[in-house]
């Protein structure tokens, strides 16, 4: 990607972003930390059934994230709606539930601004319909678009346990050896949650045993 691209292309960014829908549970105690449960599959009225990429047997939050777990989100997001699953049910979903999730989303970066010092910076596309099936596909990246800058802001404010920094290039001028300006961090804004460990934990549990296992050198 270019710096342009960056800055103004949004892509639907997919299950990246559970870090972040996870915490919708966290903060409406719609979880039972280190419960588990069998992941299955979920049938809506008149929408096709909804799955994990496949069947992962018993889990928990955190190996919820390890195995890049749909229906434990999908659960989360039925609860946001005051119900319990039940076989072809109607979730009615509404704008609330809808920015109950954005709200969360753009506390970590994803779909605000990154606050970086650069102009032109897209803030992403935001759906416009609300239904049942896309309260689900928004909890699992599968419906608004978010920038590349945007999952960076994001990653970062989980590193630093919920404290989002805004994005620079910047770092410092000199005139000489004399130095002019130097960027000192701006804190944006901090994500009310109390579970970072455990979601550090689960996204970590992804690169060394879980779907993103071999993807990339563990070191980084």
């Not at 800055?7 to 979880?31: C, D, E, P, R």
């Not at 920015?99 to 650069?118: E, M, P, V």
């Amino acid at each position: 990607l270019s710096k342009q691209d960056i800055l103004t292309s949004s892509f639907t960014v997919g299950s990246v972003i559970k870090g972040a829908s996870i915490t919708v549970g966290y903060q409406n105690n719609l979880i039972d930390r280190g419960k588990k449960i069998n992941d299955s599959c979920i049938k809506l009225y008149q929408v096709p059934t909804k799955c994990s990429y496949k069947r992962l047997g018993y889990i928990d939050d955190i190996t919820a994230l390890k195995t890049s777990s749909n229906y434990y989100q999908f659960l989360i997001a039925i609860k946001l709606t005051n119900q319990k699953y039940k076989y072809n049910m109607k979730l009615n979903a509404t704008e609330e539930h809808f920015n109950i999730y954005r709200n969360t989303f753009a506390s970590f970066g994803l779909g605000s601004s990154t606050g970086i010092d650069l102009e032109n910076e897209s803030l992403g596309l935001k759906g416009k319909i609300i239904s049942d099936d896309l309260l689900l596909n928004l909890s699992i990246g599968q419906y608004d678009n978010y920038t590349p800058l945007q999952l960076s802001n994001y990653i970062n404010t989980i590193a630093t346990q919920g404290k989002r920094y805004s994005l620079h290039y910047l770092k410092e001028i000199k005139n000489n050896n004399e130095n002019i300006y130097t960027y000192n961090p701006i804190l944006l804004n901090t994500v009310e949650n109390s579970d970072f460990e455990r979601i550090t934990k689960g996204l970590k549990e992804v690169m060394y045993t879980g779907t993103g296992r071999g993807y990339t050198d563990v070191l980084y």
